[in-house]
């Protein structure tokens, strides 16, 4: 039985940029995706959005102080 | 400019407490940001000084002593500084590692019923239901007294010990009297070291439970019954029916790594500090905090704080032979032919130049030609 990871607290929200907003984020910040934060292909999180490398992760963080945050991780092999 | 989420909301609670007009409400929105900006740090500040100064003075106050009771049980958790080291230098498995289990709604307000899953977690291994377990020298046997009452205790049926015997033994004759369990290997070259060692293994054979929850021990958490364990097992306990995923933890971060992912990790060592300086009375801002976890779980993995983690991830050739261990960086960046480009503080403090912290992180840049 596979378990539902995203149900615990710790985990939080993600999903997979589309290409535009790749884009976009990348600009914003004025960054090669290299520069990113990593996370592994081999990751559970990534495994359950099935994620290939070179895609970017988008967390939303419950933040304690801002209440809210994103976060960005590239993915690695 | 965008205000954080948290701010957003305290705005809207003063509107509404103030009862403020559209004008007022901009006028508010506009102080609101002016001191939000304020607030923030400039960009050059050494917030990794910052942040290793503000854990490193309360953390002289933290407790040397690495067990404390947790309440009037046996139950012994590291707490205090050995706690904290060993957080930050991400050791692979925690010195006692534990679980607070929360149980679904339907199942956490009776305490007979929290009392049987706990029973049913535990691990069980065959020494612990078993009077007996010895070496027959004559007849080059093993021989198992089980005890009823032990096994009645922990509700293991005899079939099902038998069942685990005979699936760990493919070739042996196994013969069984009333609550004895005899095996015989097969194999010719039998002897009776051999034996010793088949005996010690017999010992440890898992027959029931979840492996790793060495101890399990119901206790009363407001009105509902939770399940505190020595010894983890998170991606069996949340497997599990009647557990709660949402609030279910442990103390080990690599297991929560390996289960929940990355961005799990560094929640969990966001929490377990904070537990840990909660516990010893310390108050230390969580930005601090948030920006070690940051660091060590930057790259995918966890990497501690130290020689192997983060310190060796530096560009720098001069940076990481200024931390510990200088020859062995400086021989195996000579064999590379690594190149130092001066860009972070250490190196630059090395060869007396302006580091780039700071004012020192701007340069100054003259337009040629355009004169007036």
Partial sequence: MEIDIFKNKLVPKSRI???????????????????????????????????????????????????????YRVVVA | MTLPPSIEEQL?????????????MEKLRKIAEKQYEKSLIEPGEAVGV???????EPGTQLTLRTK??????????????????EIFDARSEPSTPAMTIFLKPSYATSEAKVEEIALRLLEISLEDISKEINVDLLRMRIEIELDPAKMKKFKVKEKDVLKRISEYFKSAKITTGAYKINIKPKEEDMDIKKLYRLRVKLKGLHIAGIKGIKQVLPIKFGNDWIIKTAGSNLKEVLKLPEVD???????????????LGIEAARNAIIEETLDVLKNQGIEVDVRHI???ADIMTNDGTIKGIGRYGVSSAKASVLARASFEVPLKHLFSAAVKGEVDE???????????QPVPVGTGMVDLRVKKGDKK
């Fill in chain 1, 17 to 71: 940029l589309k290409e535009e907003e790749e884009k976009e984020l990348l600009e914003k910040y004025n960054i090669s995706k290299k520069q990113l934060p990593r996370i592994l292909v081999s990751d559970p999180v990534a495994k359950a959005l099935n994620a290939k490398p070179g895609n970017i992760i988008e967390f939303t963080r419950e933040s304690k102080t801002a209440g809210m945050s994103k976060f």
């Fill in chain 2, 12 to 24: 809207k609670e003063l509107k509404e407490m103030l009862k403020l007009n559209k004008a007022q």
């Fill in chain 2, 50 to 56: 910052v942040a290793a100064q503000s854990i490193g």
């Fill in chain 2, 68 to 85: 404390l009771l947790a309440g009037a049980t046996e139950m012994t958790v590291t707490q205090g500084l050995p706690r904290l080291i």
């Fill in chain 2, 245 to 259: 995923i949402e609030r279910t933890k442990t103390n080990d971060i690599f297991e929560i790594w390996r289960v």
């Fill in chain 2, 290 to 292: 948030m920006l070690v």
């Fill in chain 2, 342 to 352: 001066l860009r972070s503080v250490v190196e630059n403090v090395m060869v007396n």
